[in-house]
């Protein structure tokens, strides 16, 4: 399992460094120059001369590269062109938030989603089962940004239960939670639904039934450890869709967190922040599949090693 | 022996009857099924594919899916109780610890995700009471009972890591844990290989001898019959159709349905062209036919076949046998069938 686990985070280097380079190239063929955007209207084509030199932004692209790389690889990822900050500084401000609410949102997922996959796996065809497919259905269609505005009016505004909008208190966290767990909770649960109906029907659970457990026995210890691993990789995957959704959900619910600031910072140019900010969300979702790989591989231990 | 073992009946089949409502129409997959196993006895049960065997070994523990399937009629005594009446809580402490089963697959029987000792230990604890320790120790003593090598070692492993015969030794180690009354083993050897079959029969057989226990053998395999039972009831769509003594199997079987069982199997000691197949298919069990149904496929069926279902008549001591022709009524045109049934 040591082994394993060595062996995978030593994969995770070329990842990286692939998607450092991914970054970077997308930020050079955004359109606009950070340096005329920082210099204001009605600057000096000397001062604006004067801010690209001051970024490197005269330099070959190649060097370029070569120096945030390395840079990088320091922790150091430049300053802000906004704020004058520098840009890791400006992130571990805002991921604290972000992580919270993406960990509230995959809990919702996770518990809500499994929960009714597996009461509509067990109830099969009841009233109970049809609810939960047909609120799945709607949670798979409806954008996040639609259910945000419904739920902000109905649960804030008309029945002041939660605050608008903002940060702080776990009420804060309930509203956002929802609207970027929901549809990950609705892929859950018919992915729990279908792998625990498979699961069921397999001659093991025969077995357990013919030791004498019992049904609560057979459901939660011998059916979901099987039916969860591919929920697992399902789960995993969801978890990306979420980090980028918090970006939507942070706008909405105006939410000072690592989305939002890469949102402002995409209007602004700010190309240190944008890269920045996308580099750290694409090495959580990196060590986030690293996790489910290794959660996997202990659920299912007929994973080989290599 | 045998006489001593009629006194003390374990479990009694009595009309038996298992149907699945589906929207093709009624199974009727059991169909009065009488049977009884007496203590310390191995009783085959013996019939082609779709003859009801292993719905009816399911039925005796209750593990018949429903819906679609149901026991619609007949009783299953064990030890003078009534388990088709009996409650879900009754089932489950009978299960497992009383009665056991072995199936026929052991590649998917056991549970992929823990290891052979915790689903030894899991029925242990379940029905013994022991604590962890002690239900780990003595799932570890089951497998060195059933003959597995370094048992300490094997229990840690998961099934994936142990061939189709050690699988199936677990499984038996699984229903003899709780040291049972009466052992259902469906097919037990016939996803394994030849010399694997033997060694499994022959590990159930001691411990038959060790424990005492009952033993119901379903099979399709005349071969098995022959080495581990005592008594055989053939099974076919549905009902039971002759019981003999396993002895009496090969020299000394009545029925049509039997008879052909037995000569369609190839000999060594004849010169054969061809295996002599029984002829047709076993009847849909959505569209049984109106009288016996071997009727359509027996070469001696006559006009009463057809309209009506035999008894199950006592052909001798021991010897039950559901055909017209060894009944006062036959007034069929082959009196020669007798003759032939006792040549063969």
Known sequence: MTVFIIRRLLQTIPVLLGVILVVFIIMQFVPGDPAVLLAGDGATAETVARIRHQLGLDQPVLVQYVQYVGHVLQGDLGISIRSQLPVMKEIMTRLPITIELAIASIFITIILGMLAGIISATKQYSASDFSIMILALLGVSLPSFCLGLMLMYFFSVKMHLFPVTGWGTWKHMVLPAITLGASGAAIVARMTRSSMLDVIRQDYIRTAKAKGLKPNIIVYKHALKNALIPVITVVGLQFGILLGGTVLVESVFAINGLGRLIVEAIRMRDLPVVQGGVLVASIIFVLVNLGVDILYRSFNKRISLD | ?344
């Open chain 2, 1 to 344: 022996m045998l006489k001593q073992q009629q006194n003390e009946p374990v479990l009694e089949v009595r009309n038996l009857q298992t149907h699945f409502f589906t929207d093709e129409g009624v199974s009727k997959a059991v169909n009065g099924v009488d049977f009884v196993l007496h203590k310390g006895e191995t009783l085959g049960l013996v019939g082609e594919s779709g003859s009801g065997k292993s719905i009816t070994s399911l039925s005796i523990l209750q593990l018949i899916a429903s819906p679609p399937g149901r026991i619609v009629g007949g009783e299953v005594l064990f030890k003078g109780k009534d388990l088709v009446k009996a409650t879900d809580k009754d089932m489950r402490a009978i299960r497992g610890n009383q009665i056991s089963v072995i199936f026929q697959e052991p590649m998917t029987s056991l549970n992929p995700v823990y290891t052979v000792g915790e689903q030894i230990a899991e029925v242990l604890r379940l029905h013994q009471n022991l604590g962890r320790k002690e239900a780990w120790a003595k799932a570890v003593d089951m497998l060195r009972l059933v003959g597995i090598p370094s048992p300490e070692k094997r229990a840690k492993q998961e099934p994936f890591q142990l061939s189709g015969g050690m699988r199936q030794r677990v499984m038996i180690a699984i229903a003899m844990a709780c040291n049972p009354e009466v052992l259902i083993a469906d097919e037990p050897t016939t996803a394994l290989d030849v010399t694997i079959q033997a060694q499994i029969l022959e590990l159930m057989k001691e411990l038959q001898q060790q424990l005492g226990m009952s033993i119901m053998i379903i099979t399709h395999d005349l071969g098995v019959v022959s080495e581990t039972c005592d008594r055989v009831a053939v099974m076919y769509a549905g009902k039971i159709v002759e019981q003999l003594s396993a002895d009496q199997l090969f020299t000394d079987a009545k029925h049509p349905y039997t008879q052909g069982l037995i000569n369609s199997l190839p000999r060594l000691d004849q010169e054969q062209e061809e295996l002599q197949a029984i002829q047709g298919h076993v009847p849909s069990p959505y569209q049984m036919p109106a009288g016996c149904a071997f009727a359509p496929r027996c070469p001696h069926a006559g006009d009463i076949c057809h309209t009506a279902m035999p008894e199950l008549l006592q052909h001798d001591t021991d010897h039950e046998v559901r055909c017209w022709i060894y009944t006062p009524e036959w007034q069929g045109n082959d009196s020669t069938m007798m003759k032939a049934g006792n040549a063969s």
